[in-house]
């Protein structure tokens, strides 16, 4: 049975953490009192995101929109793609992230994906309103929800983690193998968990390719 490779976005996929970037620019105040209570662990990124993103003016939509337009793709990306195209291998992005964002910024990449996973936000009223059909267990996106709902589906294959940050902690404490950069590296210090680093995707496309062998599946 072939692997399945669920990989976050925000400071992942993108260099810049895209989220990040989005409250702090419209969403100023939220995001200075919120933020630093999510990164120690005090405040759970359900509530956190429901408090940063509900304070967005839904106006503002485009603009987060217009913003996606700058921000760049980590170097290796299309490469490890290519690679897994050969091995067969599908990715899933899973993302704590505004899903307009995550497919601005991917554009035609999207179609080589197996899915996208992020927050969806909805801009009718005076204020955004995010919204996720994984939202639960103290995530605004429960990644390890997404991930058991392909591993159902595909019939519990092998899978492995991409991810950065605290978004990514809770499936980085399960995963089979784990890729990790910036605070997801310090998080799974802290734990004595282990996992790969790594700053560009070329290094977790060699390392999976020394990895594998042509009787992996």
Excluded at 137 to 165: C, F, R
Aim: charged share 20%; glycine share 6%.
């Amino acid at each position: 049975m072939s692997p399945v490779v669920f990989c976050d976005f925000d400071g992942t996929i993108t260099l810049e953490d895209t989220f990040i970037s989005t409250v702090e620019r419209f969403a100023p105040e939220a995001a200075s009192r919120v933020l630093p209570q999510i990164y120690d662990l005090s405040l759970s990124l359900q509530e956190g995101v429901h408090q940063m993103l509900e304070a967005i003016p839904a106006a503002c939509y485009p603009d987060i929109l217009q913003l996606a337009a700058t921000y760049t793709i980590r170097p290796g990306f299309v490469e490890l793609l290519d690679f897994l195209d050969e091995q067969n291998v599908p990715l899933v992005v899973v993302s704590g992230g505004i899903q307009g964002v995550v497919e601005a910024v991917l554009g035609e990449l999207r179609q080589r994906l197996r899915g996208i996973h992020a927050v969806q936000l909805h801009c009718q009223g005076t204020y955004c309103s995010p919204y996720s059909e994984f939202e639960g267990e103290g995530e605004m996106v429960n990644k390890l929800a997404v991930i058991e709902h392909y591993l159902e589906h595909d019939g519990e294959p092998d899978w492995i983690l991409i991810g950065d940050s605290v978004t990514d902690l809770n499936a980085a404490l399960v995963a089979p193998r784990v890729f990790a950069r910036d605070r997801l590296c310090r998080y799974l210090t802290q734990r004595g968990v282990s996992y790969e680093p790594f700053e560009t995707f070329t290094q977790v496309r060699d390392r999976l390719s020394q990895l594998w062998t042509p009787s992996h599946r």
